[in-house]
């Protein structure tokens, strides 16, 4: 199912993967970020896993990547049957280099449902969806996700939102700062009006074992503070200034992270 926007991806993740290999950072450049989408995933997981007890457990990634968050799965559940589905070769690729054991890997188009299995317990995503750059192909991508799941199975969502967008825009115009926070060009932020259609398939929201701001004020202060009082000459990125009050401060503050944490069980 080729689409005019393909080329705009398989392009960037086509440099993406030659710069960053099997690193953390091929999809996210900010280590505090990554790291905390990766525990948020294991928390889920170990949570799922402790209530459904006996028979293995399925674990799908629509849009694996690189493999690492497959990897690290396996590090801490080395018990659940791990399966990958990604749509550029390059990243494919590297993914298959780990040889990640009981770990099945696809290279196929999450839009198309030929390419997914069926009766799967427990489906991530993390900025894949948004990585789909057609609202009528994100709720197929979507729809796909609940045709895969099985009946209270769990589908835990990292993806960015467009509503805290502009607000983390707003902030950084009170504070006198002229450019605006765009989205990447190979991205389509979904919005809170997706959540209604999403439940009409079935995936329901139900609450998760972090908020779904749980970034807030981590954005608030690297991309708000840090930004406003960051002297001429000054370290732009990932400076001390930024994580100590990224730890000074409660998680949480505000609605100033796009990137939005969500669980959805399918009823």
């Known amino acids: 199912m080729q689409k005019d926007y393909d080329k705009i991806l398989f392009d960037h993740y ?36 402790a209530q459904n007890t006996g028979a293995p457990l399925t674990l799908l990634d629509v849009g694996c990547g690189n493999g690492y968050l497959l990897n690290r799965i396996r590090e801490r559940f080395p018990e659940i049957k791990l399966l990958g589905l990604e749509f550029v070769p390059e990243l494919f690729e590297l993914a298959l280099s780990r040889a990640i054991t009981n770990c099945t890997l696809a290279l196929g188009d999450a ?55 502009d607000l983390l825009n707003q902030a950084r115009r009170e504070m006198v700062i002229t450019d605006e926070i765009e989205e990447s060009g190979h991205n389509l932020y979904l919005s809170e009006n997706i959540i209604a259609p999403m439940a009409q398939m079935g995936l329901v929201e139900v609450e998760a074992t972090y908020p779904p701001n749980y970034l807030s004020t981590h954005f608030y202060v690297s991309r708000v503070f840090h930004k406003a009082v960051l002297p001429k000459g000054g370290k ?13 401060l409660p998680a949480a503050v505000g609605n100033f992270s796009p990137i939005l944490f969500r669980v959805f069980k399918k009823s």
């Not at 009766?119 to 969806?129: G, M, P, Q, Y």
């Not at 789909?132 to 209270?152: C, E, F, G, K, Y």
């Not at 732009?236 to 009050?245: G, H, N, P, Q, T």
């Open 111 to 165: 839009r198309e449902l030929s390419f997914f299995p069926s009766n799967v317990d427990l489906i991530v995503t993390e900025r894949s969806v948004i990585n789909v750059m057609n609202r009528q192909d994100q709720l197929l991508l979507l729809q796909n996700i609940a045709s895969t799941l099985r009946p209270d199975g769990l589908y835990i969502q990292v993806e960015s939102y467009r509503e805290p967008l």
């Open 236 to 248: 732009v990125k990932y400076s001390l200034f930024a994580e100590f009050f990224r730890e000074a």
């Open 14 to 49: 086509q440099r993406v993967a030659k710069l960053n290999g099997l690193a953390g950072t091929c999809s996210m450049e900010d280590p505090y970020i990554r790291e905390s989408e990766t525990n948020f995933f294991l928390k889920e997981i170990d949570r799922f896993c």
